[in-house]
DNA sequence: AGTTTGAGTGAACGTATGTTCACCCAAAGT
DNA sequence: ACTTTGGGTGAACATACGTTCACTCAAACT
């Protein structure tokens, strides 16, 4: 919408959402080569344009923003989720078919999964809390996947949940390398194929063992 | 030594050495709950019981301080690796001796491996790189062990490479959850190696595959 | 005995921090 | 038309920061 003048008209909650989304976006971008627990509120405001007092109108400390951060971070991971289990539907083909699509995500949310792999590590002591619960119910619905899989009713429940476990811990390192080493996709890509198929081979095996 | 009312005699290089190790000891208590980046030379001095201006005659900023923990830290590494490898003459053994050692030394180290936990993803940037090219190391010098072991000429040189990668990064995510669950020690160590099982029945199958 | 060296001191600097408070003023509600 | 609401302002605070500089004084060297 547009006034008189051509000046954008914005309701009250439009402004406060957007500045909301602006102090979002510093802050991702000021942890990018830091972490939560150095950056101050200030740099936050300085890096928005608005005073530091109106940052408290959004977040009432920079815990609570990096909570936000969290969420909007694993909202990206669970579409991730969804689009592997989409493009996969033999089970043959779920590595070959899943790696390029988290390349993708990767490369589409550099800042989300650079934020979750800094800040599952070293950030404030609640948002690692929050991070490590969030990887705990994707290892979950992993699981419940793998389960529907032909095959996949050879696992015990328990063992389903390790082997899920080993799959996301892997992936999520193999997401760590890939923000830090953009330009090796393609090998970091190739190489964790060949080791999901090890993995894999380990998994299809597994049953003959028990 | 002891003078002659019984005091401490300490000579120049010693009480520089002990200050020194004070610095470090500090720092790894600091970083315990929140990262290199996140304190302050301030902090640690005051920590130590010196003024700050004190700390440059032993670190010329935070920073290199980190280096020198890197170093300490991944000397205690070595002599992780060294003592699996001296537990473990049968291949077969080699995951049930290996954890427990593993346990032992994330336990008698804690400061050090939580330290390389949190600055591995979140540190200052030469501090990552540092670590990165660590851990680079001990993996080939992995990848050599596992092909001196029966079964290991299997493999080509490139998949050794695959294979001990696997293993160190899943180590290393296993390292990080003994530092955040110390009390889990035991249903953590169980279930890795279940899961570290599934890995060698892959590795153990891959050449059948090729 | 006399000199040099070097870890630790203490004051001072300019700057940055989190948080408080009273204030402004346009959109939203009446 | 008038009042309320609430995002954003700007000054002020006490405290902490990294770094500088001239200093002390005991161990080490000559």
Do not use: C
Not at 25 to 30: F, K, S, V, Y
Not at 176 to 183: F, K, M
């Amino acid at each position: 919408m547009t006034g008189a003048l051509g000046e954008v008209i914005e309701t009250r909650s439009e402004r406060k959402q957007r500045t909301r989304r602006a102090i979002l976006d510093a802050a991702l971008a000021l942890t990018d080569d830091s972490s939560l627990v150095a950056i101050s509120l200030r740099q936050v405001a300085k890096e928005v344009g608005i005073v530091p007092t109106a940052f408290y109108r959004h977040f009432d400390s920079v815990e609570s923003l990096g909570l936000a951060l969290v969420d909007e971070s694993f909202e990206s991971l669970r579409g991730l989720l969804r689009d592997v289990w989409l493009r996969s539907p033999q089970f043959q083909d779920y590595i070959d078919g899943s790696l390029p699509v988290l390349a993708d995500h990767v490369r589409a949310h550099r800042a989300h999964y650079a934020f979750i792999a800094r800040e599952r590590a070293a950030g404030p002591p609640r948002v690692r809390e929050a991070i490590r619960h969030e990887i705990e119910l994707i290892t979950r619905e992993l699981a419940t996947d793998v389960a529907r899989v032909p095959g996949g009713r050879a696992f015990s429940t328990e063992h389903l949940n390790l082997l899920a476990d080993l799959i996301v811990s892997f992936v999520v390192t193999t997401a760590e390398r890939l923000i830090e080493e953009p330009a090796a996709e393609a090998r970091i890509l190739a190489e964790t194929r060949t080791q999901l198929r090890m993995l894999m081979v380990g998994a299809l095996n597994w049953r003959s063992r028990r």
